[in-house]
């Protein structure tokens, strides 16, 4: 199995869909991501959770709702989005006491219609 | 401001050209991590390299060196004798604690494509 692992890996849907984004980490890690990739943008933090918690939420916007049962998976729920959202979504793992490392999966690409 | 500032957006060399991608940082903390992430067309990014602000040992590592410079904030990024399997998008990133969390920021990336 791979390190970390996204299903799906292409979605697409449209404005008043609800689908869920998922990522799995195989690390015994205690941290996960999610971060946005656009077209000739930078990588977008969006969320982080620690321990299941969440401590980071890097003013996204309600129609991404996060979900971290446990400290393996993580989850990105989408509901009403923009066709701005369509973007490449990466999920990652790390572990305290590597100062920001991280583990990534090969990412879920959405497409709003 | 940036905090990590990738400026070259896209290199194109010929197979067995050296390359090198620039990055630069700016940060007011004393401990730091620095990162480099290779993103090839399957879409994962590849930890490539850690490097701790008090380490200024440039590293090698096969074809791969890297350049870390305090006084110019740089953490450059060399490939000798490139290969057309070098070709993705390079990313630098920047690790500062955030109450005790190391979480990094990113750089817009460079995209290298190496010609055969």
């Known amino acids: 199995e791979t390190g970390v692992t996204q299903t799906p890996r292409h979605l697409v849907m449209g404005m008043t869909n609800k689908k869920s984004l998922k990522c799995e980490q195989h690390?015994?890690?205690?941290?996960m991501y999610w971060y946005k990739q656009s077209a000739k943008k930078p990588l977008e933090l969006m969320f982080v959770?620690?321990?299941?918690?969440?401590?980071e939420n890097n003013s996204v916007p309600s129609r991404f709702s996060p979900e971290c049962p446990n400290s393996s998976h993580l989850f990105l729920h989408l509901h009403t989005l923009q066709p701005e959202d369509s973007a490449l979504y990466l999920c990652?793992?790390?572990?305290?006491?590597?100062?920001?490392?991280?583990?990534f999966g090969e990412g879920s690409r959405l497409t709003v219609l | 401001a940036q905090k990590v500032t990738q400026a070259q957006t896209e290199i194109s060399v010929v197979e067995k050209e050296d390359v090198t991608l620039d990055c630069v940082y700016e940060?007011?903390?004393?401990?730091?991590?620095l990162f480099w992430y290779k993103q090839p067309p399957s879409g994962e990014l590849v930890f490539l390299i850690r490097?701790?602000?008090?380490?200024?040992q440039n590293e090698i590592s096969g074809r791969y060196s890297w350049n870390f410079q305090k006084s110019t904030s740089s953490f450059n990024f060399t490939i000798t004798a490139s290969q057309v399997v070098d070709s993705a998008v390079y990313f630098c990133?920047?690790?500062?604690?955030?109450?005790?969390?190391?979480?990094?920021?990113f750089g817009r990336g460079t995209s290298l494509i190496v010609h055969p």
């Open positions: 990652a793992s790390s572990q305290e006491g590597l100062y920001g490392e991280l583990f």
């Open positions: 690390l015994g890690h205690n941290a």
């Open positions: 959770y620690n321990f299941k918690e969440q401590t």
């Open positions: 940060t007011r903390d004393t401990t730091y991590y």
């Open positions: 490097r701790n602000s008090f380490d200024e």
């Open positions: 990133a920047l690790s500062e604690s955030l109450g005790g969390s190391y979480i990094p920021t």
